[in-house]
T-cell receptor
């Protein structure tokens, strides 16, 4: 079983559309994250979320919103997609007080 | 997270030890040193972490200087599959803390 799984793996969409990327973890971790990796390959934290707290990187546009239906899922919703949103998005999870994040395999988003 | 400094790139011959340095001179007492790697087109993978003592696992060894201002990740017998970007991160594991990735070191293992 994949520990952190993301769907879809590839997503091509037009500017202005609204899209979602799903993430699920089966590790029993209590914290989940979204990272963005742009064309220059820098990994930037977007959100950290557990059942108590959402921490948002202040540079993330409010068109991006995380939605967590339960502890094992953290989905990423993006409204009014822009060309600059094209990137690879990685979901990750961890357990507070333990060590190491587990990352998913990424979703490559292309906005045309 | 404390700032870390790593060389942009390094080469290593297959079968030899790869020694990847990291400087974290402003690391605070409760921050661990974490190492991750990202193989092309994959998600980052946790390798090892340490606080003060040297650590070893099935993937690598981590040597931390006594003053904790720098560390070295050692891959004892590098293979072609170890070609990746290696990230050194200094971070606490407190609730709400998020790992911040820098530019990393691009390690190229050559035949």
């Amino acid at each position: 079983d994949t520990a952190v799984s993301q769907t879809p793996k590839y997503l091509v969409t037009q500017m202005g559309n609204d899209k979602s990327i799903k993430c699920e973890q089966n590790l029993g971790h209590d914290t989940m994250y979204w990272y963005k990796q742009d064309s220059k390959k820098f990994l930037k934290i977007m959100f950290s979320y557990n059942n108590k707290e959402l921490i948002i990187n202040e540079t993330v546009p409010n068109r991006f919103s995380p939605k967590s239906p339960d502890k094992a899922h953290l989905n990423l919703h993006i409204n009014s997609l822009e060309l600059g949103d094209s990137a690879v998005y990685f979901c990750a999870s961890s357990q507070v007080g333990s060590y190491g994040y587990t990352f998913g395999s990424g979703t490559r988003l292309t906005v045309v | 997270d404390a700032k870390t400094t790593q060389p942009t790139s390094m080469d290593c011959a297959e079968g030899r030890a790869a020694n990847l340095p990291c400087n974290h001179s402003t690391i605070s007492g409760n921050e661990y040193v974490y190492w991750y790697r990202q193989i092309h087109s994959q998600g980052p993978q946790y390798i090892i972490h340490g606080l003060k003592n040297n650590e070893t696992n099935e993937m690598a060894s981590l040597i931390i200087t006594e003053d904790r201002k720098s560390s070295t990740l050692i891959l004892p017998h590098a293979t072609l599959r170890d070609t990746a970007v290696y990230y050194c991160i200094a971070s606490s594991n407190n609730a709400g803390n998020m790992l911040t990735f820098g530019g990393g070191t691009r390690l190229m293992v050559k035949p």
